[in-house]
């Protein structure tokens, strides 16, 4: 007896095991994504829809749920967020499946629809690449089902056909495979061919000496202390979070950089003339307005550019102008007040890092850094104009989500060594960590135990006022569960804030604790 014949009244063909249908389906979708990924590699600057999707999603998430996620994985957000637009697309794709197996036309129906509300959602991001992937997704789903049901729902004339069905299904299924694959696979090894690309640039470019070169670093600003990173942040290890999903490869070659806006004259400059224009280097610490208390999301460099101040200057910046925007590629903006500049801050526009031209992940060939100020308000990576504006006629991006114009980074201290939830041995134990309160400086750094006297740690040597300090405490550590905590004084006396609060609308706020085993 054959599996239709076996089937109960009213089940669909082939059996009540829909399987076969939305494997159908998942398997269609993941096709469609694949020759979508390729339509977006043939159409001249236009992104992958998946990216494309993403950065829809990163635009119009509420402030609460991203900072949470943020806050929860890091710099793992984006590739999480990826992976669920994908698992989306294939779930819903597996579901038109199971329609299909029994309501061949409704499926169709639903997969029409699915394109419309791709089309919708990639319109605002993509310009006119959308109605392209939309439809190469619709028709790649609509396919497979249509040779899906026609497969399984002819009937059967012999013993095996149920098996011959099946048989077919699986090899049209291989097919799909092997060109989403196919597909997925070009798409992903051109895009790290743009990467290479701009590595390739960049291992030729030779970076000037710079006009005003950083002091050097104290001998005494790392201590050596088993697990404290030490004070300048290698350029790999440095924190990366921004609102592009990938990252650009900005050909230097067709850059330039306009500042423009409210002012005199316009200045266009090529890479080659910003890097012929005198420079400064300086260290400066730069940190993630998400960064919560005691997080990672914060790190120092030396970085090197013409200073900004110059520039605004020569373009003849109007009095009313009094917002900094700085314009990535993409079109993502980053706005400051432009009052913050008026102490003299070694501001700049900065085209290397720690000795080396900036790494594509990081900026290449340009970005904005402007030491005490949050990244979301100042440091616009892959700069291409920066524009003097004001805040009713252009709102930055951040700024339009609700999040404070001041964008001043906040005084804070975290324990770095030992870990939380971790075990020392009783006695003598070394307590590490960092300061920070970028342009203000570090004055001093206390750390309690179980709640007791605040007792003052040992400062590392300084780098600047830009940047964090190191310090180490020695704890005469008694065997018991011990909690530590640890706040700083920046260098006139303040004292860091105990009030506990999440990053938005500013910062996060609150002194660094952690729990300790002595055995």
Same mark, same amino acid.
């Given at each position: 007896?054959?599996?239709?014949?076996?089937?109960?009244?009213? /089940?669909?063909?082939?059996?009540?095991?829909?399987?076969?249908?939305?494997?159908?389906?998942?398997?269609?979708?993941? $096709? +469609?994504?694949?020759? /979508? *990924?390729?339509? #977006?590699?043939?159409?001249?600057?236009?992104?992958?829809?998946?990216? !494309?999707?993403?950065?829809?999603?990163?635009?119009?998430?509420?402030?609460?749920?991203?900072?949470?996620?943020?806050?929860? =994985? +890091?710099?793992?957000?984006?590739?999480?967020?990826?992976?669920?637009?994908?698992?989306?697309?294939?779930?819903?794709?597996?579901?038109?499946?199971?329609?299909?197996?029994?309501?061949?036309?409704?499926?169709?129906?639903?997969?029409?629809?699915? #394109?419309?509300?791709?089309?919708?959602?990639?319109?605002? =991001?993509?310009?006119?690449?959308?109605?392209?992937?939309?439809?190469?997704? /619709?028709?790649?789903?609509?396919?497979?089902?249509?040779?899906?049901?026609?497969?399984?729902?002819?009937?059967?004339?012999?013993?095996?056909?149920?098996?011959?069905?099946?048989?077919?299904?699986?090899?049209?299924?291989?097919?799909?495979?092997?060109?989403?694959?196919?597909?997925?696979?070009?798409?992903?090894?051109?895009?790290?061919?743009?990467?290479?690309?701009?590595?390739?640039?960049?291992?030729?470019?030779?970076?000037?000496?710079?006009?005003?070169?950083?002091?050097?670093?104290?001998?005494?600003?790392?201590?050596?202390?088993?697990?404290?990173?030490?004070?300048?942040?290698?350029? #790999?290890?440095?924190?990366?979070?921004?609102?592009?999903?990938?990252?650009? !490869?900005?050909?230097?070659?067709?850059?330039?950089?306009? =500042?423009?806006?409210? =002012?005199?004259?316009?200045?266009?400059?090529?890479?080659?003339?910003?890097?012929?224009?005198?420079?400064?280097?300086?260290?400066?610490?730069?940190? $993630?307005?998400?960064? #919560?208390?005691?997080?990672?999301?914060?790190?120092?460099?030396?970085?090197?550019?013409?200073?900004?101040?110059?520039?605004?200057? *020569?373009?003849?910046?109007?009095?009313?102008?009094?917002?900094?925007?700085?314009?990535?590629?993409?079109?993502?903006?980053?706005?400051?007040?432009?009052?913050?500049?008026?102490?003299?801050?070694?501001?700049?526009?900065?085209?290397?890092?720690?000795?080396?031209?900036?790494?594509?992940?990081?900026?290449?060939?340009?970005?904005?850094?402007?030491?005490?100020?949050?990244?979301?308000?100042?440091?616009?990576?892959?700069?291409?104009?920066?524009?003097?504006?004001?805040?009713?006629?252009?709102?930055?991006?951040?700024?339009?989500?609700?999040?404070?114009?001041?964008?001043?980074?906040?005084?804070?201290?975290?324990?770095?060594?030992?870990?939380?939830?971790?075990?020392?041995?009783?006695?003598?134990?070394?307590?590490?960590?960092? /300061?920070?309160?970028?342009?203000?400086?570090?004055?001093?750094?206390?750390?309690?135990?179980?709640?007791?006297?605040?007792?003052?740690?040992?400062?590392?040597? !300084?780098?600047?006022?830009?940047?964090?300090?190191?310090?180490?405490?020695?704890?005469?550590?008694?065997?018991?569960?011990?909690?530590?905590?640890?706040?700083?004084?920046? &260098?006139?006396?303040?004292?860091?804030?105990?009030?506990?609060?999440?990053?938005?609308?500013?910062?996060?706020?609150?002194?660094?604790? &952690?729990?300790?085993?002595?055995?």
């Amino acid at each position: 007896m054959t599996v239709d014949e076996q089937a109960p009244a009213g /089940a669909p063909p082939g059996g009540s095991d829909r399987r076969p249908g939305a494997s159908a389906g998942a398997v269609a979708a993941l $096709c +469609g994504l694949a020759a /979508a *990924e390729l339509v #977006g590699l043939l159409l001249p600057d236009q992104p992958s829809p998946v990216a !494309a999707v993403a950065d829809r999603v990163i635009a119009t998430m509420p402030d609460g749920p991203r900072e949470a996620l943020i806050s929860t =994985v +890091g710099t793992l957000d984006k590739p999480l967020l990826v992976l669920g637009i994908v698992a989306g697309v294939v779930v819903a794709g597996a579901v038109i499946g199971l329609v299909g197996a029994a309501r061949p036309s409704l499926a169709r129906a639903l997969f029409v629809v699915g #394109g419309l509300v791709g089309y919708a959602v990639l319109w605002p =991001v993509a310009s006119a690449a959308p109605l392209s992937y939309a439809l190469v997704l /619709a028709v790649g789903v609509g396919v497979a089902l249509l040779v899906r049901g026609r497969l399984v729902s002819a009937p059967a004339q012999t013993p095996d056909s149920a098996t011959v069905s099946r048989r077919a299904v699986l090899t049209g299924t291989g097919v799909l495979v092997a060109a989403a694959a196919i597909g997925l696979g070009a798409a992903a090894v051109v895009r790290r061919g743009g990467s290479a690309a701009v590595d390739k640039v960049r291992a030729t470019l030779r970076i000037p000496a710079p006009t005003e070169p950083a002091a050097a670093v104290p001998a005494g600003a790392s201590p050596a202390v088993a697990g404290l990173a030490p004070a300048v942040t290698p350029s #790999g290890d440095f924190y990366r979070i921004d609102t592009a999903l990938g990252t650009p !490869a900005v050909d230097v070659a067709g850059w330039s950089l306009t =500042v423009g806006g409210r =002012v005199d004259r316009t200045i266009t400059l090529t890479y080659d003339q910003l890097l012929a224009r005198p420079s400064i280097e300086r260290y400066v610490t730069l940190a $993630c307005v998400s960064n #919560g208390v005691g997080g990672d999301l914060v790190g120092n460099a030396r970085w090197q550019g013409v200073r900004l101040a110059d520039l605004l200057a *020569e373009a003849g910046a109007h009095d009313d102008a009094d917002l900094v925007v700085g314009v990535a590629t993409d079109g993502f903006t980053a706005g400051f007040p432009r009052s913050v500049l008026a102490d003299g801050r070694d501001a700049m526009v900065a085209y290397a890092m720690n000795g080396e031209p900036l790494p594509a992940e990081h900026g290449f060939p340009a970005r904005l850094v402007v030491p005490g100020l949050y990244g979301y308000v100042s440091a616009t990576k892959w700069l291409q104009e920066i524009r003097l504006t004001t805040l009713s006629d252009d709102t930055p991006f951040w700024l339009a989500r609700g999040w404070a114009a001041d964008g001043s980074v906040q005084s804070a201290s975290r324990i770095d060594v030992p870990r939380d939830g971790t075990a020392v041995r009783a006695g003598q134990v070394v307590v590490a960590g960092r /300061a920070w309160h970028q342009h203000r400086g570090v004055g001093g750094v206390e750390v309690s135990v179980d709640g007791l006297a605040w007792q003052p740690a040992t400062l590392a040597d !300084a780098i600047g006022t830009d940047t964090w300090r190191l310090w180490t405490w020695t704890w005469d550590a008694a065997v018991g569960q011990h909690r530590l905590r640890v706040r700083m004084r920046d &260098i006139d006396g303040a004292v860091q804030s105990g009030d506990v609060h999440d990053p938005f609308p500013g910062a996060s706020s609150g002194w660094h604790t &952690i729990d300790v085993q002595v055995d």
